[in-house]
């Protein structure tokens, strides 16, 4: 997958993912993954603690239009290159939904067929497996992390839980995930 998106960088620490596609009032614009929090607008984190040695691909999907051309796609893929005692590696597609609270639901299917197009694209190209990886959806919303977790992107649970066996897809709904290392990645625990 590094010659594939070879314009990508290898990170070890922290990612922060934002969107600035549709904020007129910033000088970024479109999708960006950095290692520092964004101070202008809401970022999706995957946190990776300071003694774990880990190394993953962070690949911004839309910096590749002859990847996309075709497909819906989501903003961004994080791929963990190594796991312990050769477990799955993780493989980590993002989608980010700048919107008011009562669009979330509505939003859901469209993440959901994003993240899967680049999933099966990059199945279809023989440069992931189910066998060697697994693969976690996480559709997230900056302007609604206090709702979270929310689940209405979700499909029916039978339709879950259908893909998570035969697909090995694990569904999130999360502004953080944490990455324990490179076959495993976790919820934050959540305050009730």
């Not at 839309?62 to 051309?69: I, L």
């Not at 639901?105 to 023989?126: C, E, N």
């Not at 189910?130 to 992390?145: E, L, M, V």
Request: charged residues 25%; aromatic residues 10%.
């Amino acid at each position: 997958m590094e010659k594939l998106f070879c314009n990508s960088v290898i990170m070890r620490g922290d990612a922060y993912i934002a969107d600035y596609t549709n904020d007129d009032n910033l000088k970024h614009k479109g999708v960006e993954i950095s290692s520092t929090s964004p101070e202008q607008i809401g970022a999706f984190h995957l946190s990776v603690g300071p003694d774990v040695d880990i190394h993953y691909l962070a690949v911004n999907i839309e910096e590749y239009p002859a990847f996309t051309k075709g497909i819906q796609n989501c903003e961004a893929l994080l791929a963990s290159l190594s796991s312990p005692e050769e477990r799955k590696r993780w493989n980590l597609f993002i989608e980010l939904k700048y919107c008011a609270e009562h669009k979330i639901d509505s939003y859901g299917p469209k993440a959901i067929d994003q993240m899967d197009a680049v999933r099966k694209k990059l199945i279809g190209m023989g440069k992931l497996s189910r066998d060697t990886g697994i693969f976690h959806f996480n559709y997230c919303s900056p302007d609604n992390f206090q709702s979270e977790p929310f689940d209405g992107f979700k499909e029916t649970q039978n339709a879950t839980l259908t893909r998570v066996e035969s697909e090995g897809v694990i569904f999130h709904a999360r502004m953080e995930l944490i990455a324990l290392d490179g076959s495993l990645i976790i919820e934050p625990p959540v305050e009730i």
